[in-house]
């Protein structure tokens, strides 16, 4: 194999090493994305949930009518 050849083949490995790179990096970015998206829709359906426990305790306890009394 003479240099010009292990240059090139050199070069060509370079170019799969940096695309397998750059792949994984595009892989491991999609997951983090992935994450918090399912981490912000778990925080509003517990949003949710305690918004809906207050309101039932209101409800239980009677606050809400002393709430329409002084509004």
């Known amino acids: 194999m003479d240099s010009q050849n292990a240059s090139y083949k050199a070069g060509q490995a370079k170019g799969q090493a940096q695309e397998k790179a750059g792949n994984m990096m595009n892989k491991a970015s999609n997951a983090a994305q992935s994450a ?24 239980a306890t009677g606050m809400n009518n002393l709430m329409d009394i002084t509004d």
Do not use: F, V
């Open 36 to 59: 918090k998206e399912s981490m912000q829709e778990t925080g509003q359906q517990m949003k949710e949930k305690a918004q809906g426990a207050a309101d039932s305790m209101k409800n």
